[in-house]
């Protein structure tokens, strides 16, 4: 199995280690493909820089996304490591040394974070000045063995009971974690939102609308009514179609087809742009089969939220 351990602000990592939160984005002032050979899954865990060089807790890897700074702090909020997105705007800016204009930046979306008390800081034995992002460790190697085991033994018992042999991930197909570990991920709401863009390529599932500012990640069956953080319960929607389909006046159906209320016409006497689109197939689906919208859950809408 591989870890990867990530080298860490340490001003990020005592700012949400007395949160409790399910999960953190790990960010990065730039974008790049940086992480893009990490699996879902992936152990990544926290070095903090000098003066301290230990590692100091971890998470499990999801995705990584390149974000607008904006989209970053709507999705993630004090995940992000800071209080305030004045805060986090001033910090990506002095890392990117530009005062203004629009940024990106990447984001590795980390789920069931843990973060351990000084007192159980992991001392790695050898750790090279050249290296200052992070580093591969494999468990078929003495030291790799060594760190997971370490790990381990800091994280309650209760959490590695939850973590360990369950089902795929809910995010893809397969085992994630090798033979070692299999778990079954909780996903947060900034995570869904991260994924769901990813998985329609940030752009609209209705209109394959492309400007990635007016794109919102939308639940099938509502979040407060049983409905999952999870891909196949999301689509990518234009902000429009998003509080459409929220309000019951549009509806996807099991068919994957675009269904729209006689009710907007009735009561706003408007209603062109969207009656186009009735009955008219999805414009955009993710790749992986596992991530289309479920049936049950699309079903879910057209009979309890939907007002045909």
Same mark, same amino acid.
């Given at each position: 199995m591989k870890l990867w351990v990530g080298v860490t602000d340490n001003e990020w990592f005592p700012f949400l280690s007395t949160r409790g939160l399910d999960e953190v984005n790990f960010w990065r002032p730039t974008p790049g493909p940086y992480f893009t050979n990490l699996q879902a899954g992936t152990p990544f865990l926290f070095k903090l820089k000098a003066p301290y060089n230990h590692i100091a807790g971890g998470g499990y890897f999801v995705?990584?996304? #390149?974000?607008? &700074?904006?989209?970053?702090?709507?999705?993630?909020? !004090?995940k992000n490591g800071v209080p305030t997105f004045r805060e986090f705007d001033r910090k990506?800016?002095?890392?990117? =040394? &530009?005062? =203004?204009?629009? &940024?990106?930046? /990447? *984001?590795?979306?980390l789920v069931e974070p843990f973060f351990f008390p000084k007192d159980q800081w992991i001392v790695l034995p050898t750790w090279p000045k050249s290296i200052v992002q992070g580093k591969t460790f494999d468990t078929e190697t003495e030291e790799g063995a060594w760190l997971w085991n370490e790990v381990q033994q800091r994280v309650q018992l209760k959490e590695i009971e939850? &973590?360990?042999?369950?089902?795929?991930?809910?995010?893809?197909?397969g085992p994630r974690f090798g033979?070692?570990?299999?778990?079954?991920?909780?996903? /947060?709401? /900034?995570?869904? =939102?991260?994924?769901?863009?990813?998985?329609? /390529? =940030?752009? *609209?599932?209705? #209109?394959?609308?492309?400007?990635?500012?007016?794109? !919102?990640?939308?639940h099938i069956q509502a979040f407060g009514e049983g409905g999952p953080h999870r891909i196949s319960n999301g689509m990518l929607l234009r902000s429009d179609f998003h509080k459409l389909f929220d309000a019951g006046l549009v509806t996807v159906t099991p068919e994957l087809r675009v269904r729209v209320s006689d009710q907007i016409k009735d009561k706003y006497f408007n209603g062109k742009a969207y009656y186009r689109l009735h009955d008219q197939s999805l414009a955009v689906m993710p790749e992986r089969a596992t991530d289309h919208p479920d049936p049950e859950y699309l079903k879910w809408h057209l009979q309890e939220r939907f007002v045909g």
């Open positions: 995705q990584y996304s #390149t974000l607008p &700074l904006e989209m970053a702090w709507e999705a993630f909020g !004090e990506i800016r002095a890392y990117r =040394k &530009l005062p =203004k204009g629009p &940024l990106e930046m /990447g *984001c590795n979306v939850g &973590l360990l042999q369950e089902p795929a991930a809910e995010y893809g197909d033979e070692l570990f299999l778990r079954r991920s909780r996903l /947060g709401q /900034g995570a869904f =939102k991260v994924l769901v863009s990813e998985a329609y /390529g =940030k752009r *609209c599932a209705i #209109t394959g609308e492309s400007t990635f500012p007016v794109l !919102e990640a939308a």
